[in-house]
């Protein structure tokens, strides 16, 4: 009953147009939250186990992100040693979105036909609902057209390092765009973990990231603040209807990215589709990787939900460090000193997020 | 009259011969002077000036030890740029030794000058006192031996690396030994600073430590244990006898360390200084080094009574980073990826002992 009086309360904002507006109500929306929950739990033995279920799925969602982005790192080593990428990955890309919208489909299906449909949990949308879930979409195309120009500035091997700088612009972005506060200490954690995932990553050539020329520090600082801005604003589209079912706000996310990425076919891949075919260059391990970012992706939205961007970080960056460990295993990788000493950094900053929590 | 009772107090233990409960009782004065200095504070102005001037005090001498640390490491650089070590290592060390008993003694004529003689300034001591002053000397000459045969194992560049071991063996021995307890943000913030100034010293060859033997893991962590053990039981004998003027027991260790070193120069360098002279090789670095090696001494001796160890190994570590900030302007230093990440990991964990203190 709190969540269907919030959602009313929310379809009343939907006049404001401004995406500033929306935002900023979204703030005052997740404190109301927030203090339903707390509202909750202090009614005794119910809101208890609300508090308990709430936090068994914000784990489960975690522990799956940061299995299928470990996973997913590990094919793509794979697939690299298999051989080169034969196959477009604009293709690729399209076909995940599509798997995640038959995906969402499909569990619309079970939930409809358990609990019949609801407002909740309807498909069809308003403007007002709908107008927003192709921003994040949009800039994750416009980031990935970016890609291209940046390795005129930075070498491979520069651009991960580089790419480090997401998670302090994440950080920055959840602050000022959520309004959402880490306390000091997560402050000191998150700039750790920034410090260890790059420390982890070192290697004998990583020095020459540091000669990188200003127009290169500029776009990677502005693709650093793209994908911040993706990620904290489709946490802000998600969270804006904490009660409407998030298998229907991804079905609508996936659907502009279905689109977009139909259009970064035509612009990329127009001619090698036209001649080879659509499925060119498909092999097993591919049809794999599609699946498995399918599910990462649909992670990541979970996560979105019910935890934040943080979370999300966090888990990510401990795949990176799981992925090496399996890749010792699996690859017979060598893990440097630097591996070692990161690794530690990032232990220490993820408990130094959860000791500092803010009471 | 405060420390004075304390004093009183301590002369009833001296009877007790066994070193363990000696450290033991430590615990147990340093509880008084900390409760009895909160006494003071709380009895209005005096009190909170009394306050004031010891912070005062642990500031200076923690600036003065990170200022000599870093400008010893610039000294030897630049030593090592004007030409190889001529001289024989040992008498200098004894020299240094000389130096701070001289210095010793004369900050002692002063004192008996402007306040007259006192029991807690008076040169003359008991076997009580005095017997456990040649404890870390010979530890520290034990130490230094073992170095000798660690290299048969290592490298010297991965020796460096290991030594920052003696960062977790201080932190484990001064809880063990002096009983004193760290939060578990600082213990968090402890793990860090080894693991930055780990990570700002790294280049291309220090994958290689991570090859280290067994017998040379064993020996790299005897000797941080000794080291962390010889640091951890000076701040014990200084604090001991809080009311006990520093320049008495700074004398009195400083004069084992003078035989300690006369030893050594009759094991290692008998026949070079019998053949070639004491002085010989000696330049006006070597006497620039001795003077900064013989204030630096007397600097880790005001911090271990004013302040503490831990305060000890952040301040030389800080002045590590000093030291490669300041070579870039003195050689052309080029400070690697690496640094600048070791040295955010450190400024954080800075950041989290103060940030971390227990109430």
Request: glycine share 6%.
């Given at each position: 009953?709190?969540?269907?009086?919030?959602?009313?309360?929310?379809?009343?904002?939907?006049?404001?147009?401004?995406?500033?507006?929306?935002l900023?109500?979204?703030?005052?929306?997740?404190?109301?939250?927030?203090?339903?929950?707390?509202?909750?739990?202090?009614?005794?033995g119910?809101?208890?186990?609300?508090?308990?279920?709430?936090?068994?799925?914000?784990?489960?969602?975690?522990?799956?992100?940061?299995?299928?982005?470990?996973?997913?790192?590990?094919?793509?080593?794979?697939?690299?040693?298999?051989?080169?990428?034969?196959?477009s990955?604009?293709?690729?890309?399209?076909?995940?979105?599509?798997?995640?919208?038959a995906?969402?489909?499909?569990?619309?299906?079970?939930?409809?036909?358990?609990?019949?449909?609801?407002?909740?949990?309807?498909?069809?949308?308003?403007?007002?609902?709908?107008?927003?879930?192709?921003?994040?979409?949009?800039?994750?195309?416009?980031?990935?057209?970016?890609?291209?120009?940046?390795?005129?500035?930075?070498?491979?091997?520069?651009?991960?390092?580089?790419?480090?700088?997401?998670?302090?612009?994440?950080?920055?972005?959840?602050?000022?765009?959520?309004?959402?506060?880490?306390?000091?200490?997560?402050?000191?954690?998150?700039?750790l973990?920034?410090?260890?995932?790059?420390?982890?990553?070192?290697?004998?050539?990583?020095?020459?990231?540091?000669?990188?020329?200003?127009?290169?520090?500029?776009?990677?600082?502005?693709?650093?603040?793209?994908?911040?801005?993706?990620?904290?604003?489709?946490?802000?589209?998600?969270?804006?209807?904490?009660?409407?079912?998030?298998?229907?706000?991804?079905f609508?996310?996936?659907?502009?990215?279905?689109?977009?990425?139909?259009?970064?076919?035509?612009?990329?891949?127009?001619?090698?589709?036209?001649?080879?075919?659509?499925?060119?260059?498909?092999?097993?391990?591919?049809?794999?990787?599609?699946?498995?970012?399918?599910?990462?992706?649909?992670?990541?939205?979970?996560?979105?939900?019910?935890?934040?961007?943080?979370?999300?970080?966090?888990?990510t960056?401990?795949?990176?460090?799981?992925?090496?460990?399996?890749?010792v295993?699996?690859?017979?990788?060598?893990?440097?000193?630097?591996?070692?000493?990161?690794?530690?950094?990032?232990?220490?900053?993820?408990?130094?997020?959860?000791?500092?929590?803010?009471?």
């Amino acid at each position: 009953m709190e969540y269907r009086k919030i959602k009313d309360d929310d379809d009343e904002v939907q006049e404001d147009n401004d995406v500033a507006s929306d935002l900023e109500s979204l703030k005052g929306k997740s404190h109301t939250v927030a203090s339903s929950n707390i509202a909750l739990a202090t009614l005794g033995g119910g809101g208890g186990s609300t508090e308990r279920i709430n936090w068994k799925r914000k784990g489960v969602v975690t522990c799956a992100l940061t299995i299928l982005t470990s996973s997913q790192a590990i094919l793509i080593v794979w697939s690299k040693r298999a051989g080169k990428y034969e196959y477009s990955v604009t293709t690729a890309n399209f076909l995940v979105e599509t798997l995640k919208c038959a995906l969402s489909l499909l569990a619309l299906t079970r939930i409809w036909k358990n609990d019949g449909v609801t407002d909740d949990n309807r498909l069809s949308t308003t403007y007002d609902e709908v107008k927003v879930f192709p921003i994040p979409a949009a800039l994750y195309l416009f980031k990935n057209l970016l890609q291209y120009y940046i390795f005129a500035y930075v070498d491979a091997p520069g651009y991960q390092i580089l790419k480090n700088l997401n998670i302090i612009s994440t950080g920055v972005l959840y602050r000022i765009i959520l309004k959402k506060k880490l306390s000091e200490i997560q402050w000191a954690g998150f700039i750790l973990l920034c410090c260890g995932c790059t420390t982890a990553q070192l290697n004998s050539n990583s020095d020459r990231v540091l000669q990188t020329s200003l127009p290169g520090w500029i776009m990677a600082i502005i693709m650093a603040l793209l994908s911040g801005f993706a990620g904290v604003y489709t946490e802000a589209i998600i969270k804006k209807r904490p009660s409407r079912n998030i298998n229907v706000q991804n079905f609508w996310l996936y659907v502009f990215g279905m689109a977009f990425n139909a259009v970064a076919i035509v612009i990329q891949d127009f001619d090698a589709v036209a001649t080879k075919g659509f499925f060119h260059g498909y092999s097993f391990i591919t049809v794999l990787m599609i699946l498995n970012h399918a599910l990462s992706g649909i992670a990541v939205s979970m996560v979105m939900k019910y935890a934040d961007n943080i979370v999300k970080v966090y888990s990510t960056s401990v795949a990176m460090l799981l992925t090496a460990v399996v890749s010792v295993f699996l690859f017979n990788f060598h893990l440097s000193l630097a591996f070692f000493l990161g690794s530690t950094v990032v232990s220490v900053s993820v408990y130094l997020h959860s000791a500092g929590k803010l009471r």
